[in-house]
């Protein structure tokens, strides 16, 4: 598709238990990066994914959060018993590598799945 | 690491006035892309603006300029005839080159368009 799709766009969850986000990136992009974005603004990158492999995952909280991004599959963030500070808008992004092969492009955003935990 | 700061948490401007909004980041590294994006209440991240390191002239697009001053590590964006439809959150970003690429965010300049 022309845009990054995510679903779902709300999710409540409560305390302790999983969410699980979705993200299709734009077709021909083969770079994912996932961004949280808590309710003062703040984004925080968590990961990113060249293809189905990790890329950098320097931001993500290993204990709870996993991600994946498989061929022939949307990618995926998955938090095991959530927490309350995980409330937040979840913004998955995707980019291409320039026809020069030198660098990404721009990142595009998807609208974002806002987690609500109780 | 890198940081961007921008310094004004909002901002407000009348209808066809202009506006700028401020960005100053800190990086070692010589080249890397800076960024706007456009987040109205919808939460949708829409690209403003981008701005090559390595390239001298500023960005612009349409309504839309940047002042990319790179020793001072500044890149302000300039809002030209503000029109009602610019009132939204706006973020400024970094970006590496190489590596992950990952984007570095400021906090945000709310702007508000007064008719």
């Known amino acids: 598709g022309e845009e990054v799709a995510q679903t779902p766009k709300h999710l409540v969850r409560g305390e302790g238990q999983k969410a699980k986000l979705y993200c299709a990136p734009i077709?021909?992009?083969?770079?994912v990066f996932w961004y949280q974005q808590v309710l003062k603004n703040e984004f925080k990158f968590l990961i990113s994914?060249?293809?189905?492999?990790?890329?950098?995952e320097t931001g993500m909280p290993k204990e709870r959060f996993s991600a994946k991004c498989l061929p022939n599959s949307p990618c995926s963030l998955e938090i095991q018993a959530t927490k309350l500070e995980d409330s937040a808008v979840y913004f998955c992004?995707?980019?291409?590598?320039?026809?020069?092969?030198?660098?990404?492009?721009?990142?595009?955003f998807g609208p974002g799945t806002r987690l609500t935990v109780l | 690491a890198q940081t961007v700061t921008q310094s004004q948490p909002e901002m407000s401007v009348q209808e066809a006035e202009t506006v700028t909004l401020s960005c100053t980041y800190d990086?070692?590294?010589?080249?890397?892309?800076l960024f706007w994006y456009k987040q109205p209440p919808s939460r949708q991240m829409i690209l403003v603006i981008r701005?090559?390191?390595?390239?001298?002239q500023n960005a612009t697009e349409n309504r839309f300029s940047v002042n990319f001053q790179k020793a001072a590590k500044s890149f302000s964006l300039k809002i030209s005839d503000s029109q009602l439809g610019d009132a939204a959150m706006y973020f400024c970003?970094?970006?590496?080159?190489?590596?992950?690429?990952?984007?570095?965010f400021g906090k945000g300049t709310k702007l508000t368009v007064n008719p």
């Open positions: 990086t070692s590294e010589s080249d890397y892309y």
């Open positions: 992004a995707s980019s291409r590598r320039l026809a020069s092969g030198a660098y990404r492009d721009t990142q595009y």
């Open positions: 994914f060249q293809n189905e492999n990790v890329f950098d």
């Open positions: 970003a970094y970006r590496t080159q190489g590596g992950s690429e990952k984007l570095v």
């Open positions: 701005q090559e390191a390595y390239k001298q």
């Open positions: 077709k021909g992009h083969s770079y």
